[in-house]
């Protein structure tokens, strides 16, 4: 089992920047994978960024050159830190986690995986 707990959302104003946090426990030897995503208002959920055990990364295009996945070195914290954020970055943010999955495409993620955080609220001023 892997506990996931978000921290770090907040109001922030366009062009600013936010680090959101994820605390992770409990079997961590057994995840592979592990992002963030997030869900606006009448909108789908979608993936952000995602990181795998061997540091391969993914960044949705929507937020490349912006964002930036990364952990601590025992992968007990994920961080997503956001720069030159957007109104359209508003969202609930959910740090999320996977076991090993077949494939080598990051879209065999793109509809979710096994473990999530209860998310946290991030808000863009315009």
């Known amino acids: 089992q892997v506990h996931l707990e978000e921290f770090g959302g907040g109001l922030v104003q366009t062009g600013g920047s936010l680090r959101l946090s994820c605390a992770v426990s409990?079997?961590?030897?057994?995840?592979?994978?592990m992002g963030w995503y997030r869900q606006a208002p009448g909108k789908e959920r979608e993936l952000v960024a995602a990181e795998l055990h061997t540091e391969d990364s993914y960044y949705s295009e929507s937020v490349k050159g912006r964002f930036a996945i990364s952990t601590d070195d025992k992968r007990n914290t994920l961080y997503l830190q956001m720069n030159d954020l957007k109104p359209e970055d508003t969202a609930v943010y959910y740090c999320?986690?996977?076991?090993?999955?077949?494939?080598?495409?990051?879209?065999?993620?793109?509809?979710?995986?096994?473990?999530w955080g209860k998310g946290t609220s991030v808000t863009v001023s315009s």
């Open positions: 409990g079997s961590i030897y057994t995840v592979d994978a």
């Open positions: 999320a986690a996977d076991y090993p999955r077949p494939g080598s495409t990051w879209s065999r993620y793109y509809g979710g995986m096994y473990y």
